[in-house]
């Protein structure tokens, strides 16, 4: 497999200072929107730092993490995710098939699962009988909805939209919180800890792991290894912003597989709109040579999609092979 060197990487991948932001800068916010542009038509990933999430929270989230997957299975049985419900998915309970780019050959995703949701059309979670674990997942989903709100404007701004354009579509965001183990395993030809997909959220958060596996794959370049920006968030944009943005922003494709001697755990964030949220081409991103390329949809349907095209056997829903 080929990959361009770290130093490439780094360069292409751009890094967000956040710092503007916090300042009140309006010189850097606009510098930054520009970098914010750049990334998404580009290549679809960037770094953040000067975030504002303290990192013990995500320290503290990778420690439930391990616990969590540590438990003996009679102890997880009863906190199943359901069509409804956040929760543990075991080793291979999804497969990826919403993604066309998963390959001709689809076989279960080697990674279990915990999945806690917000917003969206999801009833609730179940939360396991660990001491102290709802509260720290808790506070650390609060951080990083706040992280995705601070975006929000950078976002419009970018996109030549007014700052508070995105507001009302996120005031209920709907977000997940999943929290992967990926054990040590020998892959088959066809075997992923995660196939190569893209996500259907607005952005996804993924913060810096000390064990590798991700693999990221721009526009123009083959499958390459982010490097590794300590205390970092990697952000990528999901379907649901190509669409949006009438495909003016990209939806990159990724995948993961533990190549580790120890286990991988990883703690991505998803950051949507509100379940009932329109998502139909935004008016600066059509154009007579760019007509609209898809019908209205809302944000809360898509991903119902999404859940059931991947999860049908947990959520007993069957779904469509193509997108609505």
Known sequence: ????????????????????????????????????????????????????????????????????????????????????????????????????????VRTPNLNAAFFAHRGGYRLGNRWPELDGFRAVIETYMDSMTALGRRLLPLLARSLELPDEFFEPHFDVPSCT????????????????????????????LLPANDVPGLEIRPAGHDWIEPPSLPESFLINSGDMLKRWTNHRFRSTAHRARNASNVDRYAIPFFFGARDGAVIEALPTCVTSDNPARHEPITYGDYQRWFINRNYAAVTGEQASEIAP
Not at 69 to 77: F, S, V
Not at 79 to 100: F, Q, V
Not at 179 to 203: C, R
């Open 1 to 104: 497999m080929a990959l361009i060197d770290e130093r490439t990487a780094t360069e292409l991948i751009p890094v967000l200072d956040l710092q503007p932001v916090t300042d009140g800068d309006p010189d850097g916010i606009d510098r930054l929107a520009g970098q914010l542009r750049r990334a998404l038509t580009d290549v679809g990933f960037f770094f953040v730092v000067n975030h504002g999430v303290p990192w013990s929270e995500v320290e503290a989230v990778y420690a439930e993490a391990r616990r969590l997957h540590a438990c003996p299975p009679e102890q997880l049985a009863p906190i199943a995710m359901d069509r409804d419900h956040g929760g543990y998915l075991g080793l291979g309970g999804g497969t990826s098939y919403a993604s066309e780019i998963a390959g001709e």
């Open 177 to 204: 919180q999943r929290m992967s183990h990926y054990p040590v395993l020998t892959y088959g030809e066809n075997d992923w800890g995660l196939a190569p997909h893209t996500d259907s959220s607005i952005f996804t």
